[in-house]
C-alpha cells in the first residue's frame, strides 16, 4: 500500500513576512519610540488587555492567506468589557457599531464555553455560546447567542497563543477578540510600513511587530 495522500491543513499562515531587520528600519524611518518585547515575561501585554483594557495590533510571522485575520495580522482585545465592541468599531475599525467580532480561544477550552464546541482553527464554524458563559464575553456574542471562534494551539503561532494563555492566567477566561488588521474598506495590511500607518492613524493603543512593541502612551 502507498502513503495516505490526505493532507491536513495546521495553519494558515502562508503570506509574505518580514524579519525585525526590516521591522526596525521601517520603525526609525516613522521616528516612533519602541521597546523589545520580553517573550519570558508576557504578563505587561496582558496586563495592558485586561486590566488597562487596552486594543493591540499583532503583526508578526508570516501573514494569512484568504480573509480571515488568525493573529498573524490581527487587532486583539479583551472580551469582557461589554463596551469593547462599541470602542473597536469606533475608534479602530472606523465602521458601523453593530458589526460584531469573533474570538481566539485557546484550543482545549472549546467544550466549556460552546455547546457541541470542538477545535475550530480558520473561523468557519458558529457555536452556540453556553448561556451561564456568554455574559463573561459579551465583546463576541452575537446577538443570537453564537460566535464564530478560532482555536489557537502553541505550535501553530507561539507568541499569539502566550499572549492569550497570558491574559487567561489574569482572568480565567482563556478568550480574546480578534478582528482584522485593517480599517473599513481596506485591505488587511501586509507591510511592516502598512501596520505602521494603520495603527499611528487609528485608536490602537499598543502595537506588537515582530519583536518589537509600541506604545501610544507617552509619545
Avoid at 488587555?49 to 482585545?77: D, M
Avoid at 458558529?126 to 463576541?140: G, L, S, Y
Wanted: glycine fraction near 8%.
Amino acid at each position: 500500500m502507498g502513503a495516505d495522500p490526505r493532507f491536513q491543513l495546521k495553519h494558515a499562515y502562508f503570506g509574505p513576512a518580514f524579519d525585525d531587520a526590516q521591522i526596525e528600519k521601517d520603525l526609525k524611518i516613522v521616528k516612533v519610540p519602541y521597546e523589545r518585547i520580553d517573550r519570558a515575561n508576557l504578563g505587561p501585554i496582558a496586563d495592558m488587555l485586561t486590566v488597562q483594557k487596552k486594543v493591540l495590533g499583532l503583526y508578526t510571522g508570516r501573514g494569512e492567506f484568504g480573509a480571515r485575520a488568525l493573529g498573524a495580522r490581527s487587532i486583539i482585545a479583551d472580551p469582557r468589557h461589554p463596551d469593547m465592541l462599541d470602542i473597536v468599531n469606533r475608534t479602530v475599525k472606523f465602521r458601523e457599531g453593530w458589526r460584531p467580532f469573533a474570538p481566539v480561544i485557546l484550543e482545549g477550552h472549546e467544550k466549556d464555553w460552546f455547546i457541541d464546541g470542538r477545535v475550530s482553527r480558520y473561523m468557519m464554524k458558529a457555536f452556540q455560546v453556553r448561556p451561564e458563559k456568554a455574559a463573561a464575553i459579551p465583546a463576541v456574542v452575537h446577538v443570537d447567542g453564537t460566535c464564530r471562534p478560532q482555536s489557537i494551539s502553541r505550535d501553530v503561532n507561539p507568541l499569539y497563543f502566550d499572549i492569550v494563555d497570558a491574559c487567561y492566567r489574569m482572568t480565567g477566561v482563556p478568550i480574546l477578540l480578534n478582528t482584522s488588521f485593517n480599517v473599513r474598506n481596506e485591505p488587511i495590511v501586509i507591510r511592516p510600513i502598512e501596520a505602521l500607518r494603520c495603527y499611528m492613524g487609528t485608536g490602537m493603543d499598543a502595537l506588537v511587530i515582530g519583536s518589537f512593541l509600541l506604545k501610544k502612551s507617552g509619545y
